[in-house]
C-alpha cells in the first residue's frame, strides 16, 4: 500500500471499460447504431430547419446517452479498469461459489441499471450547463460565424456536449485533477476520449451552417467509439 503514491490518479490513468454484463456488451455495439440512424432520419428535416430540428432531436439523443452511460459504464467514484466490475455488481475476483457470480450480477442488473440513472441524470445537467457555453466559444474561435447564427451554435454546442461532455462528466466527475489531465489530452485513449475529436466537412444547401459539423460530429463519435474502444484502448496522447 505504501507502493503506490502515485497511482492516486488511478482512475485517471486507467481507459475505462464497459461493464461486464450481457445487456452493456449488446448496447454498447447497438448504441451508435442508434445515433447514426436517428441523425440520417432526421438529415433533411435538420438542412431544411436547423435551429427546431436541433431542438427537437436534442431529447433523443439525450434518452440515447443517458441509457448508454446507465447501461454501459460506472459512474464516478469507481471509474478505472476494474471499476467496471464494481458497478456491474460486484464481482470479487475470488468466486463466491463456483457460478452464482454472472447469475448474482445479472439479477443485480436491472436495480444496478436504475441506480446508475441518477448519476447519468446529475452528469446531463452538468454537461448542458456547462458544455454548450464552452463549445460555442471554441467553435467561434475555429470560424463559426461570431455575429449571426448563434442559436445554430448553441444548438450544435449542445448536441456536442451530449455526444463528448455528458460520457466524461458520468464517468470522471468534476474531480479538478482529471479535468486536467482531459484538458491536456494526457488520458490513455478510451471509447469515450476519442469521440471528441470529430471529422469536419466543408458548400451547397445541406452544408450550411451547422449541418456540416455536426455531421463530422457524429460520425466522428460513432468512429471515435470504435478506434478508442478497439484499436489504440489504453495508449495516452502525445506520450
Not at 133 to 162: C, E
Request: charged residues 15%.
Amino acid at each position: 500500500m505504501t507502493s503506490t503514491p502515485e497511482r492516486k490518479t488511478h482512475s485517471s490513468s486507467l481507459p475505462v471499460n464497459t461493464l461486464d454484463s450481457t445487456l452493456a456488451r449488446s448496447f454498447t455495439h447497438i448504441h451508435p447504431v442508434l445515433l447514426l440512424s436517428l441523425y440520417y432520419l432526421r438529415f433533411d428535416a435538420l438542412v431544411a430547419d436547423p435551429v427546431a430540428e436541433l431542438l427537437v432531436s436534442s431529447v433523443p439523443v439525450a434518452a440515447i446517452q443517458l441509457a448508454y452511460l446507465a447501461i454501459c459504464l460506472p459512474p464516478a467514484g469507481g471509474s478505472g479498469a476494474a471499476s467496471s466490475s464494481l458497478a456491474a455488481g460486484r464481482p470479487s475476483k475470488a468466486p463466491r461459489k463456483g457460478k452464482p457470480s454472472a447469475a448474482a450480477a445479472a439479477g443485480k442488473g436491472g436495480l444496478a441499471v436504475a441506480t446508475r440513472l441518477v448519476p447519468a441524470l446529475l452528469s446531463a445537467l452538468l454537461a448542458l450547463v456547462l458544455g454548450p457555453p464552452i463549445l460555442a466559444i471554441l467553435m467561434v474561435l475555429f470560424g463559426a460565424p461570431l455575429t449571426t447564427h448563434v442559436p445554430h451554435t448553441l444548438l450544435a454546442a449542445t448536441h456536442m456536449s451530449l455526444l463528448a461532455v455528458l460520457p466524461l462528466f458520468y464517468v470522471h466527475g468534476v474531480d479538478k485533477k482529471i479535468w486536467k489531465d482531459v484538458a491536456a489530452a494526457l488520458l490513455p485513449l478510451d471509447e469515450r476520449l476519442t469521440r471528441r475529436f470529430s471529422v469536419a466537412l466543408r458548400d451547397r444547401e445541406w452544408q450550411k451552417w451547422p449541418v456540416t459539423i455536426l455531421t463530422g460530429a457524429y460520425i466522428g463519435y460513432a468512429t471515435g467509439k470504435f478506434v478508442g474502444g478497439y484499436v489504440v484502448k489504453g495508449k495516452r496522447l502525445g506520450s
